[in-house]
């Protein structure tokens, strides 16, 4: 397991979302997940933005949400892509 940013906002942001965004890798052991908070308003050019917020490193979040379920193993195999090219694919085990 890796550890997790936990992210917690220190003022309110506003209505908006948090999007996951997947970048493509030529293998599975780059990280290669990032989050970031879009607006619902779109920001104005020139106009300054403060978002205040603390970022906790640890194995497991500091205040988990019991009604959440959460990633306990990963595990990889071969996949056939194409009609010649191998490559190890996740697959991921949710419990909870």
């Known amino acids: 397991m890796r550890p997790r940013a936990w992210v917690e906002p220190q003022a309110s942001w506003g209505a908006g979302s948090v999007l996951l965004v997947e970048i493509p890798t ?3 052991t780059f990280d290669n997940i990032v989050a ?14 403060l978002y205040a917020y603390t970022l906790t490193w640890r194995a497991e979040p500091p205040n988990r949400p019991t009604d959440l ?3 306990r193993a990963t595990r990889t195999g071969p996949c056939l892509i194409g009609s010649r090219t191998i ?9 909870n």
């Open 26 to 28: 030529r293998d599975e």
């Open 69 to 71: 379920a959460i990633v």
């Open 36 to 49: 970031f908070w879009k607006p619902e308003q779109p920001l104005e050019p020139g106009q300054e933005y």
């Open 87 to 95: 490559r190890w694919s996740p697959s991921i085990c949710v419990c």
